[in-house]
């Protein structure tokens, strides 16, 4: 892979890195052997600018074509060398369940935000959550992360996914021609962009509450203007949502 070498910090005059940092294609073949590790990705990018800029560019990018090659593949098959938002906020969704905190977007009690180690995707699901005059729009979708016996809330399920091309989506053209707000306070835990709320907007279908073995009205979720999704639905007993699924 060739990649164009940048030796001087982009940060400040004070910053310490002036001195000049080890070229991209060494960085790149470190964290090939590291095989990407989110975590140390993450750290990287805290130490300067320059550092930030090439994970952005680079090694959050190589994180997510290694962590879901498939899924990468067809987001990109439009033609474009980017993603929707960038790439780290694409990586950040792929390992992070943003849980709920300040009750600012879902009125449930707290659960924090957390990585979680591998979360399947899935390209069949996201037709569950669209509209029927919307399915011909691309949408992946994680089955649910599980957060059991939350009192009176029940069992909870946070979910999570992204658009491909959502800028020209047929979502996205709806949410605009019924005139849905953003919400006020709130933005995405992913990229920082405003949010829209598919209930308010009435376009939750039933079908979701069946893919994800949820009460038919507990399911809620937002989606960015990048096209990022997050949501939560409580789930059914283990018994009821296996008789949901037969049914399906």
Avoid at 52 to 76: G, I, Y
Avoid at 108 to 124: A, D, E, M, N
Avoid at 140 to 164: A, I, M, N, T, W
Avoid at 220 to 235: A, F
Wanted: charged share 20%.
């Amino acid at each position: 892979m060739i990649i164009t070498k940048q030796y001087r910090c982009v940060h400040s005059s004070s910053c310490q890195c002036t001195k000049g940092h080890l070229s991209e294609d060494v960085i790149f073949l470190v964290f090939q052997q590291l095989n990407w590790n989110p975590k140390l990705i993450a750290a990287l990018s805290c130490v300067c600018k320059w550092f930030d800029d090439l994970a952005k560019r680079v090694l959050w990018k190589e994180f997510c074509k290694t962590r879901a090659p498939k899924m990468m593949l067809d987001l990109q098959s439009c033609g474009s060398h980017s993603v929707d938002g960038n790439w780290r906020a694409l990586g950040k969704l792929l390992i992070y369940c943003s849980g709920c905190s300040g009750g600012r977007l879902f009125n449930i009690i707290q659960i924090p935000g957390h990585f979680v180690y591998r979360t399947r995707f899935s390209r069949t699901s996201g037709k569950s959550f669209l509209l029927p005059q919307c399915r011909t729009d691309v949408l992946y979708v994680s089955d649910p992360c599980e957060h059991l016996d939350q009192g009176d809330d029940g069992d909870v399920g946070f979910f999570r996914g992204v658009f491909k091309s959502f800028m020209v989506s047929k979502v996205r053209r709806m949410l605009i021609d019924r005139g849905a707000q953003l919400h006020p306070t709130a933005v995405c835990p992913y990229c920082k962009a405003k949010l829209w709320n598919m209930l308010q907007a009435n376009m939750v279908p039933l079908t979701a509450s069946c893919k994800l073995g949820a009460y038919e009205d507990s399911v809620e979720y937002y989606v960015c203007l990048n096209g990022h999704m997050l949501g939560i639905c409580t789930l059914l007993p283990l018994s009821d949502s296996e008789e949901a699924s037969e049914s399906e």
